[in-house]
């Protein structure tokens, strides 16, 4: 089965067509994802146009977190809060960071002011996150306000260990999780190999998702690809391959409280 849909809204992500085709099934498709927008003003611009970019991730209460978010949407690019969240070595979070320190009530207050905070927004992923995303009731806290405001989930899988994809199926949030790292070194040659490792996953007619940042190398490794148009070729929005938990008889026994 494919999505099919085009600019997907909040209130639409409920009401998302399915079409089942066999064509579909037979090749892979790209989902690239921009992560870290809101910082930076010309990179930022530059980081969404490109064409592989499918979904931008842009951080709340930053300098450009509106014109980054406007602009993408302009593009027909799909936007995502992604949203600070507490981590393992204690990095500074930033605006409207995501900690249980001070309970359900201060998470949530900071989680509704960053969903506000970013324009056209369709879904929420982890920035950081290594801490939290281990926590499974602070995880449940947040997905019941993602159930709420009708946003999907994209786990970053910051650690491996995350359990944050299995809290979002467990509260019935459609959800993805991120399976190739692009740049976490920024050579040409590590982004290269890593790009031809998802490239390599599509072929075989996997669905992958890669998480990118807006590094000067990074930018400059697309700009210079002669084989866009068939980078581009299965390249979709992450909307279009989320997971959907069904709900079957016996699971409604056990509905997460708040939903």
Same mark, same amino acid.
């Not at 930033?94 to 207050?109: A, C, D, I, Q, V």
């Given at each position: 089965?494919? $999505?099919?849909?085009?600019? +997907?809204? @909040?209130?639409?992500?409920?009401?998302? /067509? !399915?079409?089942?085709?066999? &064509? #579909?099934?037979?090749?892979?498709?790209l989902v690239l994802v921009m992560d870290d927008l809101g910082n930076q003003y010309r990179l930022g611009l530059d980081a969404i146009a490109l064409p592989s970019v499918t979904t931008v991730a842009i951080m709340p209460g930053r300098p450009y977190t509106r014109e980054l978010a406007e602009y993408a949407h302009s593009l027909g690019k799909?936007?995502?809060?992604?949203?600070?969240?507490?981590?393992?070595?204690?990095?500074? $979070?930033?605006?409207?960071? +995501?900690? @249980?320190?001070?309970?359900?009530?201060? /998470? !949530?207050?900071?989680?509704? &002011? #960053?969903?506000?905070?970013v324009p056209y927004a369709v879904g929420l992923s982890n920035h950081m996150g290594s801490r939290l995303t281990q926590d499974g009731e602070a995880m449940g806290w947040i997905m019941q306000e993602l159930k709420r405001q009708n946003l999907y989930f994209?786990?970053?899988?910051?650690?491996?260990?995350?359990?944050?994809?299995?809290?979002?199926?467990?509260?019935?949030?459609?959800?993805?999780?991120?399976?190739?790292?692009?740049?976490?070194?920024?050579?040409?040659?590590?982004?290269?190999?890593?790009?031809? /490792?998802?490239?390599?996953?599509? &072929?075989?007619?996997?669905?992958?998702?890669?998480?990118?940042?807006?590094?000067?190398?990074?930018?400059?490794?697309?700009?210079?690809?002669?084989?866009?148009?068939?980078?581009?070729a299965f390249s979709v929005p992450l909307s279009h391959v989320l997971n959907y938990p069904v709900m079957t008889s016996r699971r409604t026994q056990n509905i997460p409280e708040g939903i």
């Amino acid at each position: 089965m494919i $999505l099919a849909l085009c600019r +997907l809204s @909040r209130a639409g992500l409920a009401f998302i /067509l !399915l079409i089942g085709t066999s &064509d #579909a099934l037979a090749s892979g498709r790209l989902v690239l994802v921009m992560d870290d927008l809101g910082n930076q003003y010309r990179l930022g611009l530059d980081a969404i146009a490109l064409p592989s970019v499918t979904t931008v991730a842009i951080m709340p209460g930053r300098p450009y977190t509106r014109e980054l978010a406007e602009y993408a949407h302009s593009l027909g690019k799909e936007v995502i809060i992604h949203a600070p969240m507490a981590n393992l070595t204690d990095f500074p $979070l930033g605006p409207m960071g +995501l900690t @249980r320190e001070k309970g359900p009530e201060s /998470l !949530l207050k900071n989680l509704r &002011d #960053a969903i506000d905070s970013v324009p056209y927004a369709v879904g929420l992923s982890n920035h950081m996150g290594s801490r939290l995303t281990q926590d499974g009731e602070a995880m449940g806290w947040i997905m019941q306000e993602l159930k709420r405001q009708n946003l999907y989930f994209f786990d970053s899988k910051t650690i491996a260990s995350s359990i944050a994809w299995q809290v979002a199926q467990n509260h019935f949030i459609p959800w993805s999780s991120r399976q190739v790292f692009l740049d976490h070194y920024q050579t040409e040659a590590f982004i290269a190999s890593q790009w031809r /490792l998802a490239l390599a996953q599509v &072929d075989q007619g996997q669905t992958v998702t890669v998480i990118a940042h807006p590094y000067p190398e990074t930018l400059a490794f697309f700009q210079n690809r002669r084989e866009m148009t068939q980078d581009t070729a299965f390249s979709v929005p992450l909307s279009h391959v989320l997971n959907y938990p069904v709900m079957t008889s016996r699971r409604t026994q056990n509905i997460p409280e708040g939903i």
